[in-house]
């Protein structure tokens, strides 16, 4: 069972700053692309930004030059960092890991696994 434990979630007035972190097990950090989700309240869950195994990352038009997605092979981490955060990003972010191949481990290619969420809420 794979796991994804995010952290970092928390009030902040606009224009400030957060850093959302997920953890998964090591056995599978290195055959998926992680990504962050998130849904805001009446409205559909919407991907934020990915990066895969090898490191290339994807942003929506909505955080480009705001958001910056990292991961850390020796601490098995996914980061999100928000900047000039706005109100319109308040929102459950969701972490997500999709298998890049088949493993015994992890499944068929395309298999997903999701964290919990955390509440990042921008005041104005």
């Known amino acids: 069972q794979v796991q994804l434990v995010e952290s970092g979630g928390g009030l902040v007035q606009a224009g400030g700053s957060l850093r959302l972190s997920c953890a998964t097990s090591?056995?599978?950090?290195?055959?998926?692309?992680m990504g962050w989700y998130r849904q805001a309240p009446g409205k559909q869950r919407e991907l934020v930004a990915s990066?895969?195994?090898?490191?290339?990352?994807s942003y929506d038009d909505s955080v480009k030059g705001r958001f910056t997605i990292s991961r850390d092979y020796a601490k098995i981490t996914v980061h999100l960092q928000m900047n000039s955060l706005k109100p319109e990003d308040t929102a459950v972010y969701y972490c997500n890991a999709e298998t890049e191949i088949y493993t015994d481990y992890g499944g068929p290619g395309g298999t997903n696994y999701w964290g919990k969420g955390t509440l990042v809420t921008v005041s104005s």
């Open positions: 990066i895969t195994s090898g490191g290339i990352t």
């Open positions: 090591s056995k599978i950090f290195a055959i998926v692309t």
